[in-house]
């Protein structure tokens, strides 16, 4: 089962940065493709970045943060980043790692505490 422990949100001016890390505890973390969500209150998970798996990953990004989000990972130490340039208000949310495509949401599906990531002035 994956086990999923996210961290480094904050809170940060625009213009300023950020790198979340999401460990799996549970190691299975080396078979999938992960992917980083983002919630805003109210609203659904949303795709933000995935990674593929394998020996040569390869990152994908949602428009608004193509060029100022960098997805990575660590297969050896079961770990995601992601690093975020430039945030933005419109990035402020609470921020999931899991396998891409995802599971439901809870509580029919498995997804950690996540990290919340507030942008503002």
């Known amino acids: 089962q994956v086990q999923l422990v996210e961290s480094g949100g904050g809170l940060v001016q625009p213009g300023g940065s950020l790198r979340l890390s999401c460990v799996d505890v549970?190691?299975?973390?080396?078979?999938?493709?992960m992917g980083w969500y983002r919630q805003v209150s109210g609203e659904q998970r949303e795709l933000v970045a995935r990674?593929?798996?394998?020996?040569?990953?390869?990152?994908w990004y949602e428009g608004p943060v193509r060029g100022r989000f960098t997805i990575s990972r660590d297969n050896r130490k079961n770990t995601i980043s992601l690093h975020m340039d430039n945030l933005q208000p419109e990035d402020t949310g609470d921020y999931y790692c899991?396998?891409?495509?995802?599971?439901?949401?809870?509580?029919?599906?498995?997804w950690g505490q996540g990290t919340r990531v507030t942008v503002s002035s």
């Open positions: 899991n396998r891409y495509p995802p599971p439901p949401p809870p509580p029919s599906g498995h």
């Open positions: 549970g190691g299975m973390f080396s078979r999938l493709d």
């Open positions: 990674i593929t798996r394998g020996a040569n990953p390869t990152g």
